[in-house]
Structures are given as structure tokens and as C-alpha cells.
């Protein structure tokens, strides 16, 4: 797999379960979301060895909901989810002003979705 041109984060196999929790502006009230992955515009992050070894856990949903993963930057360039597996959470991305993702060979299982 040849890695687009712009900044990319390699992921090696296994499974992923760190969350971290920043504050977002969703239809303009500040609001914490926790998350496995927050993703900036022009950011690709890649499963080194595929959907099948690799895989983003956004963990059980309880009372505070985690998401798996969360795009909330706008900007002019293309955020990128390749080859992963996502799952264990709320799967949102949020399309808000000019933030623009795209999700390839990847496998997206149990997880609550949402889009804004």
C-alpha cells in the first residue's frame, strides 16, 4: 500500500483502544467529546497490515458515548481512514464548513453511526 502524498500517521497491528477527550464546537455550542481518533484536514491515517490486523476499538457505549472516530477540523484538504478496522463506539464524523474525510478499504463493525 502506497502511503497519498501530505502527512500520514502509519498504525501498526493490533488493537487500538486509547481515547482522549477534547472540546468541539457542534452546531456552535462547545460540547466534550471522548475519542478514539480526532482527525485533521489532510491527516491519513493507515493500517500498516490491513483492516484485518489493525484495529481502532472506540470501546463499549455507556453513559458518556466514545467515538470510535470524530472529524471535526474544517479545512480545503481530504482527512483519510485506510485500512483499518472501526469499531466499539459511535462512529461520527462531522461535516460541518469545508471538513471533507474519506474511509477506504476498511472494515466499519458494531458501532453506533452519526453524521452531522
Same mark, same amino acid.
Given at each position: 500500500?502506497?502511503?497519498?502524498? @501530505? #502527512?500520514?500517521? &502509519?498504525? @501498526?497491528?493490533?488493537? !487500538?483502544? #486509547?481515547?482522549?477527550?477534547?472540546?468541539?464546537?457542534? &452546531?456552535?455550542?462547545?460540547?466534550?467529546?471522548?475519542?478514539?481518533?480526532?482527525?485533521?484536514?489532510?491527516?491519513?491515517?493507515?493500517?500498516?497490515? @490491513?483492516?484485518? #490486523?489493525?484495529? &481502532? #476499538? *472506540?470501546?463499549?457505549?455507556?453513559? !458518556?458515548?466514545?467515538?470510535?472516530?470524530?472529524?471535526?477540523?474544517?479545512?480545503?484538504?481530504?482527512?483519510?481512514?485506510? *485500512?483499518?478496522?472501526?469499531?466499539?463506539? @459511535? &462512529?461520527?464524523?462531522?461535516?460541518?464548513?469545508?471538513?471533507?474525510?474519506?474511509?477506504?478499504?476498511?472494515?466499519?463493525?458494531?458501532?453506533?453511526?452519526?453524521?452531522?
Amino acid at each position: 500500500m502506497r502511503p497519498p502524498a @501530505g #502527512d500520514s500517521v &502509519l498504525v @501498526g497491528p493490533g488493537t !487500538w483502544t #486509547d481515547r482522549a477527550a477534547r472540546t468541539v464546537v457542534v &452546531l456552535g455550542t462547545p460540547q466534550t467529546l471522548l475519542a478514539a481518533m480526532f482527525l485533521k484536514p489532510g491527516v491519513c491515517v493507515i493500517g500498516t497490515s @490491513g483492516a484485518e #490486523d489493525t484495529v &481502532l #476499538d *472506540g470501546g463499549p457505549l455507556g453513559a !458518556w458515548p466514545v467515538y470510535s472516530v470524530i472529524h471535526v477540523l474544517p479545512g480545503s484538504k481530504r482527512a483519510k481512514v485506510v *485500512g483499518m478496522t472501526v469499531t466499539g463506539g @459511535g &462512529l461520527a464524523f462531522s461535516r460541518r464548513g469545508r471538513a471533507r474525510w474519506k474511509v477506504t478499504a476498511c472494515r466499519v463493525e458494531r458501532n453506533q453511526s452519526g453524521a452531522s
